[in-house]
């Protein structure tokens, strides 16, 4: 409910009251401490939450409601980067290890997790949340093909559908149901690898001018509805540090061809982009931007591949092609440096743009500790990489779900859904 900042390495939390775990246990000191061992922890860190929270040293109790969490380095925006805990019931944990814990996971939320297949979760409500939901059961589906989604919402299978395309508007509404737009807190780029020792992508000329030669503007009112613009930046309005007076890289294919003839590329270049199936954005975005960089002599190749496999040779260094397709998430836009630059702290992942200017930046954003003077350094991130991108910037991802008529209450804010929220007539 409430926190502060001992010193810029220790922060203070006082837990909500009267809150307890489905299975009776109480949320407490005791559960942020052992979550916070487990994350710590060698098994917890290589995996996705204990990588995200590395700063996470340890975590002590005051009392029973009060928390010290210790970090391994200081983070002023420790409290925004803990929204994504995820805390553990301390006895049955202790009980069952981190596997078999992992079967049937025990939380305080509005649902409880009553049976796990391969393709299904089913839930039912938790009398006992302190945010009570207002439906008994909730079952979630994966159904990886969206025409599988439209047809379970048509046959009455599924009464919501995530991740729609918007050609599937005028289906859903024929339907009798909603088609319902969804910002995301991701901004979709294009990014580039230029850690390749002869890339030519390693010339900020050349990175600048593949942006120009793009029109994101037509290509986003064409396959995303007109439901988004280009972004500006690699962050969204609501993120911190997120620079209001920034525009988007004009469309000008004539002054890309000069900065391409300028970096030695008069005659134009070919480049590979893997492009991870599966994604919200549809194919023929990346098809028109290949369709843009050609009018300038620009050849680029398209590579579908799967979305795992793209990702575990992205983290690994793997990646062969120039371009892949890429988002930034979440509120701090500094937190996916570790990821695609030199500043990497999460050792195991292979940066992939290392433009020395940001990465000095970067570092020094990332050791201020006055919020306001942090803020101004990530508006100078911002304008640097407008200067120098890190990828085809393209814009604030914008989803689609479809609502069955029978949906009453369906309030989702950027990536929350608030499941506890929904009601059904």
């Known amino acids: 409910m409430e926190w502060q900042s001992e010193n810029p390495s220790s922060w203070i939390f006082k837990l909500r009251p009267n809150v307890k775990f489905s299975n009776g246990e109480a949320f407490d000191a005791d559960a942020i401490v052992t979550s916070a061992e487990f994350l710590a922890s060698p098994i917890g860190r290589s995996q996705t939450l204990g990588s995200t929270l590395y700063q996470v040293a340890s975590a002590e109790a005051v009392d029973a409601l009060t928390v010290r969490v210790k970090l391994n380095e200081p983070d002023p925006l420790f409290p925004l980067h803990a929204a994504v805990w995820r805390v553990v019931a301390p006895k049955l944990w202790r009980e069952l290890g981190a596997e078999r814990y992992a079967e049937k996971p025990i939380g305080t939320g509005p649902f409880v997790l009553e049976q796990m297949g391969n393709t299904n979760l089913v839930f039912t409500a938790n009398k006992t949340s302190w945010h009570p939901a207002k439906l008994d059961k909730l079952t979630l589906m994966l159904l990886p093909d969206e025409l599988s989604r439209v047809q379970a919402l048509a046959s009455g299978a ?60 037509t290509i986003a009112d064409t396959v995303m509805a007109k439901a988004t613009a280009p972004a500006s930046q690699l962050t969204h309005p609501g993120a911190f540090g997120f620079d209001p007076r920034l525009t988007p890289i004009p469309y000008d294919p004539a002054g890309a061809k000069k900065l391409l003839a300028e970096a030695g590329f008069a005659n134009g270049l070919s480049l590979k982009m893997g492009v991870a199936n599966g994604e919200s954005i549809p194919l023929s975005a990346y098809q028109l931007v290949a369709s843009d960089l050609a009018k300038i ?63 000095a930046v970067v570092k020094q954003a990332m050791l201020e500790q006055d919020l306001t003077k942090r803020a101004a350094l990530y508006g100078e991130v911002a304008r640097l990489e407008r200067d120098a991108p890190a990828g085809i910037v393209l814009w604030q991802q914008v989803e689609f779900d479809g609502l069955s008529p029978k949906v009453k209450s369906f309030t989702p804010s950027l990536d929350w859904v608030h499941p506890e929220t929904w009601d059904m007539k």
Do not use: W
């Not at 995530?162 to 859903?172: A, D, G, H, M």
């Not at 737009?181 to 390749?196: C, D, E, H, I, K």
């Open 297 to 359: 002599g620009v050849k680029l190749d398209l590579l579908s591949r799967p979305t795992l496999e793209q990702q575990l040779d992205l983290f690994n260094g793997r990646l062969n092609v120039d371009l892949f397709n890429m988002f930034t998430r979440g509120s701090d836009p500094i937190i996916d440096y570790r990821h695609r630059s030199c500043v990497n702290p999460v050792n195991e992942r292979q940066p992939f743009n290392c433009d020395a200017n940001i990465v």
């Open 158 to 217: 599924a009464d919501i559908a995530y991740l729609l395309n918007p050609e599937s508007k005028s289906t859903i509404e024929q339907l009798g149901g909603t088609f319902q737009r969804r910002l995301s807190s991701n901004v979709y780029f294009l990014g580039f690898v230029s850690t390749a020792a002869k890339s030519p992508l390693k010339d900020p000329r050349v990175r600048r001018a593949l942006n120009m030669a793009v029109d994101r503007q």
